[in-house]
């Protein structure tokens, strides 16, 4: 199972090592971190960088694309090289997936019109914008595009994965192994939870993907 991230500069960690965590331990598995040069691409927290090992250029296909999210979309989404490299490796895989943002990609590529997806709650409008159908759920899967909320949500996007590639109960095993077992102290993780005032308070946070 050839699996495949892309990552650019000011790309969320998470969204991106949440999934790995996940589809590393399927068998058989080669994941490959690529950018459009190899080495080092800094996170949206400059002090934290990933060593990307390939160079876009050198990826001609992969069985699943993860593509996450970050401020770093933005410029992704208007990056003619990187949505021609995603057109052209979305034909080869199983799985065409993103976190986050990172479905803005896929949908500036032309991968997601008319398809149901979803994205950051507050990305909602411009995901619409280019011709998807926002969903309010953690993973959306329309054929093989499989786009997941924001965040945390990749990990549940992975395991979704996981059980269509190597079964329930490997699944179920490698949430066992990562202790995926989510408790949260507060019920505040969407909107229509947080409410208005909770909301207000995310724009002081300084957060690339909300603002």
Not at 32 to 55: E, I
Request: charge should be negative.
């Amino acid at each position: 199972m050839d699996i495949v991230i892309p990552i650019f500069p000011n790309f969320t960690a998470l969204d991106a090592i949440g999934p790995y965590e996940v589809l590393r331990l399927l068998p058989d598995t080669k994941i490959t971190f690529a950018a459009a040069a190899a080495g080092l691409v800094h996170a949206d927290n400059p002090a934290l960088a990933f060593d990307a090992t390939a160079a876009l250029s050198e990826i001609d296909s992969a069985d699943v694309l993860v593509i996450p999210g970050g401020g770093g979309t933005r410029a992704a989404m208007k990056d003619e090289a990187m949505l021609e490299w995603v057109r052209r490796i979305h034909a080869t895989t199983r799985y065409t997936t993103s976190v986050c943002t990172g479905s803005l990609v896929l949908a500036a590529a032309g991968l997601l019109d008319g398809l149901e997806a979803t994205t950051h709650w507050a990305q909602v409008a411009l995901l619409e914008s280019l011709g998807a159908k926002y969903t309010e759920q953690r993973v959306v899967q329309q054929g093989k595009i499989v786009t997941a909320a924001g965040v945390s949500s990749g990990i549940d996007m992975a395991l979704t994965l996981a059980a269509q590639i190597a079964g329930e109960d490997r699944a179920k095993a490698v949430q066992l192994i990562i202790e995926y077992d989510p408790q949260p102290p507060f019920d505040a993780g969407s909107p229509s939870k947080a409410g208005p005032r909770i909301i207000a308070l995310t724009g002081e946070l300084d957060e690339p993907v909300a603002a």
